[in-house]
Structure formats: C-alpha cells, structure tokens
C-alpha cells in the first residue's frame, strides 16, 4: 500500500542539512538511492536534484518506522520526518556535502514503489556507465544522474545569463518561424509535407540566419534569439539533427563592435556558470595564419607545438616523396612532441595510422635522445636530419613528426595529429582555456568533385572590401579562378579547440548579392525561384548589418568538460538521428499520409 502524500511539504532539500540544523525536526522527501540493513538500523541514502543524504532508521526508538522501512528499494519515492543528529567521529563522509550529519527518522511515508532499474544509476568513478543505448531508452532514468543534472541546471544559468546580457546589450529577442522554405547553409533540411498545398513542404530551419537578416531591413536593429536549428547531416560526436544556437544580428556594425559584444558574451558565460575569468579580447589568428600554424581553422592555443615548415632544411635532397611535394607546391611540414623521445614504436604506428585517416601518406619521424633514430635515417643522411632537428626546434629529448603532400592534406593530418599526440602525451593544462577569433575566411571553397565553388560559410556573406574587385573580375570578367582567393568579412569564435561561434558581415547591397549568387553557379531564375523574397527585399533600403551565432550545446561541452553532446542536453538523439526513448521516428496513420497526398514506397 502506497502512502498519499497530504498536506505534508518538504521542509528541506537533501543537499541542505549541515552541522547547524542539529537538533532541527525536517521533512525530506525524495528517491531511496541506497539501502543497508544492519539489525537494529537500516540507513537510507535519500536522493533528490540537490544532493544525499544519509537517513537511520532506528529500532528502538522508532519501532514501526524501522519495519515500514524493509520495503523501500532502490528509487522508491519516499517521504521522512526526523530529526538532524550529527553524526559520530569517524561516520562523517566529506565526499558528500551533508556528510557531517544525519536524519532519524521518526515516519516515513512510501509515496512510490519502482521497478528495477534496467541498468545502475549510480557507478563509481572507475565504473564505466552502461551501454549509451540502454541508457538513451531510459533517458528519465540516466537523467537522475547528479552529473546529467548539474549539466542541464548549467545550460539553464547559461541561457538566463544570455537574456540578461542581450537585454543590457539592447537587443529584442524576436521569434522567427520555424517551418520555413529551405535555408542554404548546406546540409539537407528536414521537412514537412503540407497538406493544403499538395505535393509542397516545408522545411525546418538549418538557421534563421535570412529572417534575422529580414529583421534589419525592418528596422529592428539589433536582434537575437535562443534558436532551434535543425539539420539532417551525418552525425559526429559534436553534432545532433536539433540544437540551439544564440543568433545574433545587428544594424550599422562594424567587425569591432561583433568582436565586443561577443567576447563580453563569451565572459558572461563562462563567470556565470564555471567562475572562470575569460580574458578579452580575444587574440584573432587570420584563417590562413591558423591553417598555417597549426593547420587547423579552430586551433586549440592551450598548448604550442606549431607546425614547422621543413623544407629550408631539406635543400638539395631527392628523396622521393618530399621532393615531389616540394616540386608540386606542396609542402613537408612537421611539429615537435615534448618529450616524444620516450615515445614507443607502437604509439608512432599508431599515430601513422591517425595520420592516414586525415589523408596523409605516411607519418615520417624523427626521435631525438643519446641517439637519434628516424624512419628516415637511410633516405635523408645524418645532416639532413640534424638540419631537420634545428628547423623543427626539437631538443633532446623530443621527437619530430612530420607529414609530406599537398598543402590541405599536410594541414589536416598534422592539425589533427597534433590534436591527438597533446591528448596521449597529456600535454593539454586542465582547466585552462583559450579562446580566439579566426577570422578573414576564404569566401569559396572549391569543390573538386563538382568542379564549382561552395559558399564557405553562406552566401550572404561579404567579401572583404578591398577584395570586392577580384569578385567582380571572376564573375564578370571570367577570371572564376579568383574566386578561390577571395576573403570574408567571416570569423569564428575557437575556444579550447571547439568552434563556439561563427558569423559574418552580411552583403547588402543587391547588386553584390547577385554575383555572389552567379559566382556559386546559380542562374537568375533559380536565385529568384529560392531567394525572390530577400532578393526583392534588398532592394528597398537595406543597412549594412551582421551578426553571429553560438552554438548552445558546443559551448556547454567546452563549459561542462565533456565530449559528448547528449551530456549537454535533456532528451538528445543517437548517431543516426533515432529517439530510442519515444522511439521516433515512427511511422503515421495511413489516412494522415493520405490527407498528405502522400504514398510511402516501401521498397
Ligand atoms: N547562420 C549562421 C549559422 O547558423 C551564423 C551566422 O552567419 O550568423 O551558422
């Protein structure tokens, strides 16, 4: 028989009591974590959003209390009345917030039974969680853990935090809609069949990036929203078909002023939720100083090991694969691992592989120590290497890794190895970070494979002033090649490695937009069939105007420690988008597929 709860109210959290309630009668109520029985006393772990704390029930002096308390098992809901004791020398337990006291407990009311959990909630810190799956069907279930729930009770700081600072910043948070028209920013939208207009649909929004845009045109000036973007791409650890973002847009600003308000953004956040001082501003890298140093364009500056240029030392030498890099315009570049003297010949072999995965053909390296070996000795000679050494800055006791090719695939393997050896070798300072701007972005990205440039960013981006007249000579006067060299007013915001945040100053001027559109390929039509409404719109008075969003869940990750995005977020999806919990997506009723003028082919 269950108890009804009544009129009775909780008189304190279990995270709550201390030595100084001693004495005190409380009520807590919340879920038997743990229960051991010894005779005479049976100790309840009692558990709720706050805390545990340590509950006895005693034989002797609360007889029927201590029976009742037989039935309680793991995750009941339970109700106590009793009194704050403190506990005896050599009890206490400091791991716990109430570990100087205890509650005897004088009544208890059952007001829940639970089944048994399908997996453990609670596991030690050198336990491993159960399987992700099991624990995304029972999402309420892993949802009581402390860590998942000081995680959501950050987000929610983080978020209160945003509205105050826009607010203060004299912004207007405006809702845009969320089923929309398709949005380019380059992954597939989702959609929704539309059952008054047979055959269309809508589409979810990738971003609001055109109705914030829509929004300076009517002249509300400085604009954000805490928005739901949806996008149907191949999943990464980072990344969830729904997330949120802070989108950010104003009026008549220059990149200064975007720098300002996002780096006191960024400030806001971090002191409200971790306590962490953030120093602005920021340090700014240009995209092609990033890729260069640290081949990456979100480079983590908590710690050095910047790629070196090899090649001044490698004058003269034949060794095939590097002097066909060099021949080619590639480059041989390499970096140096402190201490990776001591490193194994299977952590190399290991780290050849990772290489390869970024497309490297192969991870030369160079150890240092009494004697120096290398894979390679044979190729290069003894001189060559010590040149190598010098080039590279590598000291005793260090190794050299080093990567020959073309220079996108030189970047990428060694970016990501360097990554990768700081993570191994525990080379990255706890609790430590660094945030920078990279900024000026290549407007294109040429894609070989389609044989035509993308949008790197979107294609409302513009292009740095002083560029704006290679822009017409590739659109108009048939140099398309140009367009490769082209920079945007784009940056993004890299903290610890992550990219927290990104935008750009918008085009706005119809003119610009127009060979921005024919430079992406698109004809007159096609740019009028998608973009007639912001197209027309431009035309009647648009300021210049930008802005940014910052991705809620990336930055909790950065905030909350974690590589995981379902860490950061109540009801999350698995890898290919499936809600294991609600067990979406699921299919309809037939006469709702018909109502959509829909036939499914299930072939
Ligand atoms: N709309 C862009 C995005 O969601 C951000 C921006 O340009 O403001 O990534």
Redesign the pocket.
Known sequence: MLDNLGNLERTHSCGALRAEHVGQTVVLMGWVARRRDFGPLTFFDLRDRDGITQVVFNEETARAAHAKAKQPRGEYVIAITGEVVSRAEGQRNPKIATGEVEVQARELLILNDARTTPFQLEVAANETLAAEDLRLKYRYLDLRRPQLQANLRMRHRMLSEIHRYMDEQGFTEIETPIMIKSTP?GARDYVVPSRTFPGKFYALPQ?P?LFKQLCMIAGLDKYYQIAR?FRDEDLRADRQPEFS?L?VEMSFPTLERIYALVEGYFARVFKATIGVELPTPFPRLSYAEAMRRYGSDKPDLRFGMELQDLAPALAGMDFPPFASALAGGGEVKGFVVKGGAAMSRKTLDELQEHAKRYGAGALAWIKLGDEVSSSLLKALGEETIKRMVEVAGADITDAVLIVAGRAKTVAASLGALRVEVAKREKLIPENTYAPLWVTEFPMFEYDEEGDRYYAM??PFTSALDEDLPLLERAVEGGETKLLGQLRAKAYDTVINGVEVA???IRIHRRDVQRLIFKALGMTEETARERFGFFLDALEFGTPPHG???SGIERTMMVLANTENIRDVMAFPKTASAADLMIDAPGAVDPHMLEDLHIRVDEA
């Open positions: 920013e971003s990036q973007c973002q989108d960013h979107h990104g935008g750009s802005g940014i969003a």
